[in-house]
């Protein structure tokens, strides 16, 4: 069973730019979401999808934003992008009712 | 609030040795979920367990335990006879109860626990 592939996997941007990353879940996965990873935050969840509607939020701005497609792959944006959005972006996906996330590999960012 | 503190931030030990990864969690809620995740360089967090608040009691996985109690809010994980392949950053995460319906992809993770285990 393929796992979670995430895609780019790095990429280099700069100020202003804006960004978007793609998650295919495993197959038969409804739920997907999303965490940034920096190492002075730490794991931040962005937000969840379940059958194409925002389940929910974590505190972001609004320059985050995600949305996820019929066949469950999901994507997120971030826009004008700043130096501290540089991280590594998680996607997670799940079945309904088990908790248990599987995780990709990441797409990791870097905003010049 | 809902909080996950891993007080260590990184520890050494040389293999076979046995070593314990503290996790203290917080939360009001009477009914939540405890994991831990292990995060190799590659990148991808793996699922090592799920525990549930209702249950108390300790799971053994081959070389791996961990102890659940409530009394002090604490899911520690053990790992017995370490080896170098267990090098890795180790997460303990909390959920709100998983419901069908409800959120179950909202994990508050702690900061990390990066092990390092020396030939």
């Known amino acids: 069973k393929a796992g979670v592939t995430q895609t780019p996997r790095y990429l280099i941007k700069t100020r202003g730019q804006q960004v978007t990353l793609s998650c295919s879940p495993i197959?038969?996965?409804?739920?997907v979401s999303w965490y940034q990873q920096t190492p002075g935050q730490g794991l931040q969840f962005l937000f969840e999808?379940?059958?194409?509607?925002?389940?929910n939020k974590g505190n972001f701005p609004g320059r985050f934003s995600g949305r996820q497609f019929s066949n469950s792959r999901s994507e997120m944006n971030v826009s004008t992008l700043e130096l501290g959005d540089s991280a590594l972006y998680l996607c997670?996906?799940?079945?309904?009712?088990?908790?248990?996330?599987?995780f990709g590999e990441g797409s990791r960012l870097t905003v010049l | 609030a809902q909080k996950v503190t891993q007080a260590q931030t990184e520890i050494s030990v040389v293999e076979k040795e046995d070593v314990t990864l503290d996790c203290v969690y917080e939360?009001?809620?009477?009914?939540?979920?405890l994991f831990w995740y292990k995060q190799p360089p590659s990148g991808e967090l793996v699922f090592l367990i799920r525990?549930?608040?209702?249950?108390?009691q300790n799971e053994i996985s081959g070389r791996y335990s961990w102890n659940f109690q409530k009394s002090t809010s604490s899911f520690n994980f053990t790992i017995t006879a370490s080896q170098v392949v267990d090098s890795a950053v180790y997460f303990c995460?909390?959920?709100?109860?998983?419901?069908?319906?409800?959120?179950?992809?909202?994990?508050?993770f702690g900061k990390g626990t990066k092990l390092s285990v020396k030939p």
């Open positions: 997670a996906s799940s079945t309904q009712g088990t908790g248990e996330l599987f």
């Open positions: 197959s038969g996965h409804r739920s």
């Open positions: 999808y379940f059958s194409e509607t925002q389940r």
């Open positions: 939360t009001r809620d009477t009914t939540y979920y």
């Open positions: 525990r549930n608040s209702f249950d108390e």
């Open positions: 995460a909390l959920s709100e109860a998983v419901n069908y319906g409800g959120s179950q992809g909202n994990l508050i």
